[in-house]
C-alpha cells in the first residue's frame, strides 16, 4: 500500500511527506510547482511534476506504486485573490479536485483525506467553531472548498469509497528535525510575513485592524503548528485504513 500527496512540494506538504516517512510509509508526490518547491520533497520519495487534472497521469502514478490512500493540498489557498479571480479558484480547487476524485475512484483508491479550511464557516456565530457549524463561505476560496467537501460526500455514498476532510485555520512552524520550513513564495500569512521582514527579505511588517475588541485592536488569529497537522492527518488515514 502507498499514500499519493498531492501539492507535497508545498508547505503543509512537504511536512506531511516527512510525517509519512517517519512511520514508515510507501510515498508519491504529485505537485505542478506552481507555488511547490522541488527541493522540499525528501530525497528518494518519488516525485512527478504535473497536474492533478491530467487523470491519465494521476491513474498511472496509482497503478505503479499501488496507492490506497490520496492525501490531497493541491490547491489555492489565498482569499483576497480568489475574490479578485474567483473563476480560477473554482478551477483550481474544484474542478480539479473533481478529477482527481474522478481518477482515485477509477482506480479504486477508496481512502481520500482533503485538505479543506475554516473559510467554509464564514463568519462564524459562536466560538470555538464546532463541526456541525452552518457552513456560509464568504469567498470563493471558502466556497471553492466547500464544493469539494460535497463532490466528496456524494460520492462515497454513490461508491466504495471513504473521505476525512480537515478544515483548519492558519497554519504556522517548521519540521523540529529542521527537514523543512515556513519557505512559501510571496507568503501572505502572519508568521511567515514576520519571518521574511525579520530575515530581511521584505523591508516591513503591514499591521491590519484598529477596531477589533482586543486591546490595541487588531486581530487574533487561531494557529496549529504544522507538525501537528501533519499528525492529524496521519491519525486520519489511519482512521479510514480501519474502515471509518
Do not use: W
Request: glycine share 8%.
Amino acid at each position: 500500500m502507498g499514500v499519493l500527496v498531492t501539492g507535497g512540494a508545498g508547505y503543509i506538504g512537504s511536512h506531511m511527506v516527512n510525517h509519512l516517512r517517519d512511520q514508515p510509509e510507501k510515498v508519491a508526490v504529485i505537485d505542478s510547482l506552481r507555488t511547490g518547491i522541488r527541493e522540499a520533497v525528501p530525497p528518494g520519495v518519488p516525485f512527478y511534476h504535473a497536474d492533478i487534472a491530467d487523470t491519465e497521469r494521476v491513474r498511472q502514478i496509482i497503478s505503479d506504486h499501488n496507492i490506497d490512500a490520496i492525501i490531497h493540498f493541491a490547491g489555492s489557498i489565498i482569499v483576497p485573490e480568489s475574490v479578485a479571480d474567483p473563476l480560477a479558484y473554482y478551477n483550481n480547487n474544484t474542478v480539479k479536485s473533481r478529477s482527481l476524485i474522478a481518477s482515485a475512484v477509477e482506480s479504486g483508491v477508496r481512502n481520500f483525506i482533503f485538505s479543506s479550511t475554516a473559510a467554509v464557516y464564514g463568519e462564524p456565530e459562536q466560538n470555538p467553531i464546532s463541526e456541525t457549524s452552518p457552513l456560509r463561505p464568504v469567498s470563493p476560496y471558502g466556497s471553492s472548498k466547500l464544493m469539494t467537501e460535497m463532490m466528496l460526500a456524494d460520492t462515497a455514498v454513490a461508491h466504495d469509497f471513504n473521505y476525512v476532510a480537515l478544515r483548519y485555520f492558519n497554519v504556522a512552524g517548521a519540521d523540529p528535525q529542521g527537514r523543512c520550513g515556513q519557505s512559501t513564495p510571496e507568503a501572505t500569512h502572519l508568521i511567515k510575513v514576520a519571518c521574511e521582514a525579520a530575515t530581511g527579505k521584505r523591508d516591513r511588517l503591514a499591521i491590519f485592524g484598529r477596531d477589533y475588541d482586543t486591546p490595541d485592536g487588531t486581530c487574533i488569529r487561531d494557529y496549529i503548528h504544522d507538525a501537528d497537522l501533519a499528525a492529524a492527518h496521519g491519525l486520519a488515514l489511519g482512521y479510514l485504513r480501519r474502515g471509518g
